[in-house]
């Protein structure tokens, strides 16, 4: 295939299973680099692209954005990687670098923050993807190509909380929903040093939990068990999309604790909110990172050995594994090897 063209799986529009899909190599920008993928990993964010279910998807639509290859073509402008380099590639692709935010160096919280996924045009699914050199991370020579895409956005959406509520050790942190962030979660707040309850909807996830590191496992259904842990965590990380009992969860939070919320809900979150006030706890969001501590995460991940669950399959069967998530919310992560004859 010429280096001008690149193929990729699109959904055609909204719903849509993916389909072999040719389209020119965008021109790069000033600051952008050309990535020839080699790994690219399966986020629920993906599903939700294909039903555009947040409104900012145009079409066709070629997801994914846990992203490792190497650099095959430099921008003008580029000072920073050089051809050949691996690289690791995130939701995030570009900012607008004007914003309060991205002057901040708080580029994650970029203004046009919908502009800047690492799908626009084109996303990870794909034989190259372009993105600002700024959001392509040179990974550890040591670390595997399938754990770094995992690690680019299901990774840096759990490390940032826990580093920023759990870090020092020694604190309580319980983690609600055990999928492909959740059994990461656990894993980076047993890192840190803490201690590490695993709460679920799903008794057959108690075995797994525990040998990634959890110290004990809770049903949210278990009233029982719920009232015994009231007021009893520093965090809780909420990674789920379904919906959940947030009057439980917010109940667990202890005196000056919080309640950061990662997963993206498909439910409207309802509780009373005299807990946070009597308590004084605090709810918040938090959405990927910034380039330091991205930087930091994959450091952090290689020396204490994070590995996510991984099932490493062809790219070929990325709709096979699509129906497997959307269906089973399995704890394990999908990550695709680029299976494309390119010649």
């Known amino acids: 295939m010429s280096t001008s063209t690149i193929l990729g799986y699109a959904a055609m529009a909204n719903g849509q299973a993916l389909e072999l899909y040719t389209y020119p190599a965008p021109d790069l920008g000033d600051r952008e680099v050309r990535v020839a993928v080699t790994h690219c ?20 639509f070629v997801p994914g954005h846990e992203v490792v290859g190497h650099v095959t073509e430099l921008g003008p402008s580029v000072s920073a990687l050089k051809i050949g380099d691996r690289v690791g590639i995130g939701w995030q692709g570009r900012s ?15 203004d046009d923050i919908d ?11 794909a034989t190259s993807v372009s993105v600002d050199e700024r959001f392509a ?13 995992v690690l680019m956005c299901a990774g840096i959406t759990v490390f940032n909380p826990v580093q ?19 059994h990461l979660a656990i894993e980076f707040a047993h890192a840190f040093g803490n201690s590490v309850t695993a709460i679920s909807s799903s008794p057959s996830k108690q075995e797994e939990a525990l040998k990634l590191g959890a110290d004990q496992f809770i049903l949210i259904s278990d009233k029982e068990t719920m009232r015994k842990v009231r007021y009893s965590f520093d965090l809780v ?12 969860l917010v109940n667990s939070v202890k005196t000056n604790g919080t309640l950061a919320v990662v997963g993206f809900s498909d439910a409207p979150i309802s509780f009373d909110p005299l807990e ?38 062809p790219l070929s069967r990325v709709n096979e594994a699509i129906q497997i998530l959307t269906n089973d919310h399995p704890l394990k992560r999908f990550v695709f090897f680029n299976d494309f004859a390119v010649g």
């Open 96 to 110: 607008c670098g004007k914003c309060e935010w991205c002057v901040r160096g708080e580029v994650q919280l970029c």
């Open 137 to 149: 991370y040179p990974l550890p020579a040591a670390m595997p190509s399938e754990v770094a895409a």
């Open 237 to 248: 990380l909420y990674t789920s999309h379904g919906d959940t009992n947030w009057t439980s």
């Open 115 to 125: 502009l800047c996924g690492v799908w626009r045009p084109y996303g990870g699914f």
């Open 41 to 60: 990993g399966l986020c629920y964010t993906d599903i939700q692209g294909i039903s555009d279910h947040y409104g900012i998807c145009d079409f066709p």
């Open 164 to 182: 920023r509520y759990a870090v020092g050790g020694n604190k309580k942190v319980a983690v609600m929903g055990l999928g492909g962030l959740g």
């Open 276 to 313: 946070l006030v009597v308590h004084q706890s605090s709810m918040t969001g938090s959405f990927i990172a910034n380039h330091d501590t991205m930087r930091e995460m994959l450091l952090f991940a290689q020396d204490h050995a994070i590995k996510p669950a991984i099932e490493l399959m």
